[in-house]
């Protein structure tokens, strides 16, 4: 059963989205009335498509069945953008132990400026596929052709 009137907020860069991230919207979207897909422009990161281009992908993976989730673009801080919608939950996942050390550290800081954050555990078969390597996986099969030996 969802929170009553929680938002939550979460965010990413989703170049591209995953069926790992999409898997955790779907578990949010059932713990919190409402979840904001925020898609973080970050231009340290050069992603590989505009900001619009790819918050249309992450809206074309979401079921339209899922009234109670958005999807959104935002520069700037997270928590600047959850105190402005009125969102008290940023929602991360968290593949490997290494990822928490370094989400533990966001979530202090998200803390300090009032906003909770909540970790959920990538399921096990979904593990291996970070954005990373599909960026990867989908720059060899538009790449040049490797000749056979």
Known sequence: MPVHGSLAVYPGT???FTPGHRDLVARARVMFDRVIVLLAVNPDKRP???????AARVRDAISAAWGNVEVDTWTGLTTAYCVRRGATVIVR??????DLRQEYQLAAMNEKLGVQTVWLPTRPQLAATSSTVARAYRSAQSGPSIPEL
């Open 48 to 54: 590989t498509a505009e900001a619009t281009a790819r």
């Open 14 to 16: 989703f170049d591209p």
């Open 93 to 98: 996942g968290v593949r490997r132990a290494a």
